[in-house]
């Protein structure tokens, strides 16, 4: 078996879902299961919509509801599948969900978590009947089966975490039928269901990581992550037109990237494969004859061939506390009652530094901000600062390489440092930087350690 992960633009157009049909067509006899994103766009216009609902704004919401299924039913109609009486009642049936979801909004008068996670999952609902319908006008047999009747997951809507072993039940019952059958499963990505059936997420981007879960649950060895670059870039192509695919990683560069911000894998993805030693392929389903990126346990290059650096990564939006106490930093217990408080409103810490009597932390998720800094200023003093970023460069070679932090220190003379980082696996280091010195700083980092001299056995130049 092997698993075929769809995301946002790979489905966003009749062009695009006929190049996917291509690529499902051409791994049939490796008996593909396809896990779907919804449109790309979409899941954004979704968010916006479940919150236009929930500030009561009707009309506003209905013109966005109009629109979000008018680009459906314009796809639909250019794929000639308007007509598939299967996909006309699945659409009318997600229709249905979206309206009963936005009125329960309103009912409620505002939006909870749950009703939140209602409305955005009907992106994925669409394309993964969408998807088996462009199957069958060419001939194949396929049919949508709905994730959240597979994958179960606690109650954490938006960033709902899997039950593993009570998901692998359900997906291998209902899915094996459906193989041997000769039929082509397709499923949404990103979405669940707890307990009591209510539907929930993964958190944004989490369709990448249902698509390694399914992959451990059915024992695939391969899991591809179709996407719109040619494989894991040395940067993001957004910020680096020059940058350049990595033909190989490790599961542990793969991870630390992802962890630090690389979007192409959501943070969670390589964990299943980690544990159930798949291969995950990136590849881009504009250029499917490319061979993307293999992330696998070890790499097949000579680790001393592996280069200083293999890529870099950045998150923004952070917040950096610093907090002060020069009488109970390194008192017993007080690192404990720290972190008890960042645990207490589930905010993860990325990035920490100590000194002395000061340690400084970074969070990306500052929803309980306010609490955290209050409960924290009753045992020491804080600062906090906004605006920041992480850049983090990865590599197996780090390992080995002397000299990075001189070299990175000499490269950004001119731009404030406030903490370094040298990560625990060794094979990642990582910096703060003010958000706006973000362009700067990638693109000199990336001429530095990728302007020249690469080894084209790692990196497809
Ligand atoms: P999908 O919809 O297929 O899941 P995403 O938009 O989530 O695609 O992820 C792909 C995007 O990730 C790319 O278009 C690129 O802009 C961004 N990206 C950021 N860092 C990297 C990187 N190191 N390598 C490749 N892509 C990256
Ligand atoms: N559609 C979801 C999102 O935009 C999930 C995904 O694309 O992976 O976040
Ligand atoms: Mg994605």
Known sequence: MIILKFGGTSVGSAAAIRRVCEIIKSRLPKQPLVVTSAIGGITNKLVSLAKIAGAGEEEKSKRLTLEILTKHRAIIRELGIDAD??????FETGVQMLNMAVDNIYNNGRLTDELYDAVISVGEFFTA????????????????????????TDSSFSAAQPLFEASKKRTQDILAPIVSAGIVPVIQGF???DQDGRTTTLGRGGSDY????FGAMLGAPIVEIWSDV????????????EAHRIRHMTFKEAAELAYFGAKVLHPATLAPAIEHNMTVIVLNSMNPEFPGTAISKTSPVDPSLAGRV???AYKEGLTVITVMSSRMLMAHGFMARLFAIFEKYKTAVDLISTSEVTVSLTIDNATNLEQIISEVAEIASVKVEKAKAIVCLVGEGLKRTKGIPGQIFGLLQDTHIYSISQGASEINLSFVIDEADLPKVIIRLHDYFFGSDLDSRIFAV
Do not use: F, N, W, Y
């Not at 009486?85 to 699945?90: D, E, H, R, V």
């Open 85 to 90: 009486t299967q996909l006309i009642a699945a």
């Open 129 to 152: 009947h969408m998807l088996p319908a462009a199957l069958r006008r060419m001939g194949l047999s396929s049919e949508m089966t709905d994730s959240r009747k597979l994958l179960l």
């Open 191 to 193: 979405i669940g269901s």
């Open 210 to 213: 249902s698509a390694t879960l």
């Open 230 to 241: 040619d494989g894991v870039l040395t940067a993001d192509p957004s910020l680096v037109k």
């Open 310 to 312: 293999k890529s870099i």
